[in-house]
């Protein structure tokens, strides 16, 4: 094992063969939070996406392997911070859920920024590193 201290610049990894097998993956824990916590990042992403993938909060909730309170109580924190719904009813009690325009969109503008984020994260590593790095959705 090299001793980096002697070196920090990462010169002696100049040779191609030094880093043959190095390709980490970039990971982020990105979120938003206030004076009441987090109250939205890539778990309420999921969350989101699941409901309007299953139509169901419950169902949902169990892809994500959470409990149904646990998920109602992420969305309703959210819509509370927000002031707005983000997810509403289809038809009566049991027929299930769907985003809202403003669940949507605020869902669409997080994996957005998440997305940037990351593209920028894994520019810079490429810049610093002497290997190359893949985003988690490339792993």
Request: hydrophobic fraction near 35%; glycine fraction near 10%.
């Amino acid at each position: 094992m090299q001793d980096i201290t002697a070196n920090p610049d990462f010169s002696y990894l100049n040779d191609p063969s030094a880093v043959d097998g190095h390709s980490p993956t970039i990971r982020l824990h990105l979120w938003l939070e206030g004076d009441e916590g987090v109250f939205f990042g890539y778990g309420r992403l999921q969350l989101l996406d699941q409901i309007e993938k299953c139509g169901s909060l419950k169902k949902a909730a169990e892809e994500l392997g959470m409990s149904y309170r646990a998920a109602w109580g992420k969305i309703k924190q959210t819509e509370q911070v927000l002031g707005f719904q983000l997810i509403e009813r289809i038809g009566c009690r049991r027929s299930g859920y769907r985003l809202t325009e403003a669940g949507r969109l605020v869902r669409d503008k997080f994996f957005e920024w998440f997305k940037q984020v990351e593209c920028d994260a894994r520019q810079r590593a490429d810049e610093i590193f002497p290997w190359r790095s893949k985003s988690f959705g490339e792993s």
